[in-house]
């Protein structure tokens, strides 16, 4: 019972009442969503899909970075956006006029040619970029 009633002629005290708040219900509310959230958060971010060599190397974490993308038809994106080869030195002028920063992280399917890949690379450094970082997927340890 929530109260207990006394009929013997004693005093009650007024206001007595046991009230408990059930938090269960919002722990398990709470839980469903953190775990909605922890699902849907990779999917997020969405790149371009290339197929990237392996490296032992641990990568670097670094933010705001630049990162020029060759595909496999190599196509050229510079942060997702695409751009003409024949434009890239102007595009990359551009976008690294106003940073201190000229760092430019290469991100190249395993399956170009290694002659495209230099030759890009080359590319990038007549555009006067002086970092020039290479963009690899972990080696997965069983």
Do not use: W
């Not at 050229?76 to 751009?83: A, E, H, M, P, Y």
């Not at 024949?86 to 991100?107: C, H, I, Q, S, V």
């Amino acid at each position: 019972m929530a109260f207990n009633v006394d009929t013997s002629g004693g005093h009650r005290r007024i206001g007595t009442s046991l009230a408990e708040i059930n938090i269960i219900p919002l722990v398990d509310v709470v839980l469903v969503l953190l775990l909605i959230f922890m699902l849907t958060a990779p999917m997020m971010y969405r790149g371009i899909d290339v197929t990237l060599p392996k490296a032992a190397a641990k990568p670097t974490a670094v933010e705001e970075r630049m990162v020029l993308t060759v595909t496999k038809d190599q196509s050229l994106f510079l942060n997702d956006k695409r751009i003409a080869r024949d434009g890239l030195e102007g595009a990359l002028r551009g976008a690294f006029a106003n940073r201190k920063d000229k760092t430019l992280y290469l991100k190249a399917d395993a399956g170009l040619a290694y002659g495209t890949v230099v030759e890009t690379m080359d590319r990038v450094r007549r555009a006067g970029i002086e970092r020039l970082g290479m963009v690899t997927e972990p080696v997965r340890e069983r």
